[in-house]
């Protein structure tokens, strides 16, 4: 059932991450997502049992999951450190994270050769996990994914501070409390490994619970806090093309009027190529920028402007200033009846 609900979680954190698809330069989180939730999924017992009797029913899928979940880890520590430093440095980084990557990797494929596993187990470790092979196994997966987990929980208190938007400071705790949890999760691992070889299975079992809770919590907290911005930046956007639909509709009188003797660039409002949160924005910058160039080639036009006008006009640049800062437009700076600052 842990499994279940662990799955469940990381696919709806997909799911949350696949609207920004085409926006996202880096999809190194949905690639992460994708990968963890597949992990989790190829262990789900049904699941597990019948893909291994496809693959002969030598639990290789135990050592597939493993694989996809290692390599999960990775893409999932690359997003949240790549979105915490963007100096070079950090393709060197990821080439060494690469390398390392690849040597977990060998060794699980190894050290799971040498387990003696007849048959297609559910509970892998607790049926072979007495093996030294089996415990090198599991050892060398965990404690790649808590030195991982670890540096970048580090990674997300450091820099929750320096995070522009209060829901990336929000998300980074959400993101350290769970890599705290993983940790959590995988000293209980290594725990059970050793109490295993020893022969202590009634402590094993105990220890197991801590194990439940804390894959369960590491989940929840992480899939809340990689799901947050993403969720957050589209109801921004949403609102804040709501508010520029407003604008477009009060500047219209005005953009008529200044712009009326320049038809041949004037905006084209019935044009619906651009994406549907962007477009308002776009049309009230387009219209702002048309106003700027008539005044510019006739100033006399500003005593067309009335007060409610100048007010329209300074609400639509404010709403637009980094915009219009980034494009290297001059910001409009009118007055009142004719007379235009420079």
């Known amino acids: 059932?842990?499994?279940?609900?662990?799955?469940?979680?990381?696919?709806?954190?997909?799911?949350?991450?696949?609207?920004?698809?085409?926006?996202?330069?880096?999809?190194?989180?949905?690639?992460?997502?994708?990968?963890?939730?597949?992990?989790?999924?190829?262990?789900?017992?049904?699941?597990?049992?019948?893909?291994?009797?496809?693959?002969?029913?030598?639990?290789?899928?135990?050592?597939?999951?493993?694989?996809?979940?290692?390599?999960?880890?990775?893409?999932?520590?690359?997003?949240?450190?790549?979105?915490?430093?963007?100096?070079?440095?950090?393709?060197?980084?990821?080439?060494?994270?690469?390398?390392?990557?690849?040597?977990?990797?060998?060794?699980?494929?190894?050290?799971?050769s040498l387990v003696d596993a007849p048959g297609t187990s559910t509970a892998f470790m607790r049926d072979f996990g007495g093996q030294w092979p089996a415990a090198v196994y599991s050892s060398v997966q965990f404690l790649y994914i808590g030195v991982v987990v670890a540096i970048t929980g580090f990674t997300c208190f450091r820099f929750r501070s320096e995070m522009a938007r209060p829901y990336f400071r929000v998300a980074f705790v959400f993101i350290g409390v769970g890599c705290a949890l993983a940790v959590v999760l995988v000293l209980a691992v290594l725990g059970m490994d050793v109490l295993h070889l020893m022969g202590q299975l009634d402590a094993m079992t105990r220890l197991s619970y801590v194990y439940?809770?804390?894959?369960?919590?590491?989940?929840?907290?992480?899939?809340?806090?990689?799901?947050?911005?993403?969720?957050?930046?589209?109801?921004?956007?949403?609102?804040?093309?709501?508010?520029?639909?407003?604008?477009?509709?009060?500047?219209?009188?005005?953009?008529?009027?200044?712009?009326?003797?320049?038809?041949e660039i004037r905006l084209d409002l019935t044009q619906t190529a651009m994406d549907r949160h962007d477009a308002p924005k776009r049309r009230l910058h387009r219209m702002l920028v048309e106003i700027q160039d008539a005044l510019f080639v006739d100033p006399h036009l500003a005593q067309f402007l009335s007060q409610n006008d100048l007010v329209v006009l300074r609400e639509a640049e404010q709403h637009l200033g980094a915009r219009l800062a980034a494009s290297g437009h001059r910001p409009l700076r009118l007055s009142r009846k004719g007379d235009t600052t420079p």
């Open 212 to 263: 439940d809770a804390a894959l369960v919590g590491a989940m929840v907290f992480l899939c809340v806090g990689l799901a947050l911005p993403p969720v957050a930046r589209r109801l921004e956007r949403r609102s804040d093309a709501r508010a520029a639909a407003l604008l477009v509709e009060r500047l219209f009188g005005v953009w008529d009027r200044i712009t009326s003797e320049r038809s």
């Open 1 to 112: 059932m842990i499994q279940e609900i662990s799955a469940v979680v990381i696919w709806c954190l997909a799911l949350c991450l696949l609207p920004d698809l085409k926006r996202r330069k880096d999809k190194s989180i949905l690639v992460a997502a994708v990968t963890i939730a597949t992990a989790l999924t190829l262990n789900v017992d049904r699941i597990y049992i019948a893909g291994d009797q496809v693959l002969g029913n030598r639990n290789l899928l135990d050592l597939l999951a493993n694989i996809f979940m290692v390599v999960g880890i990775y893409f999932l520590s690359r997003a949240i450190l790549r979105a915490t430093d963007v100096r070079e440095t950090v393709g060197i980084h990821n080439r060494a994270g690469q390398s390392v990557l690849g040597i977990v990797i060998m060794a699980l494929i190894v050290s799971f």
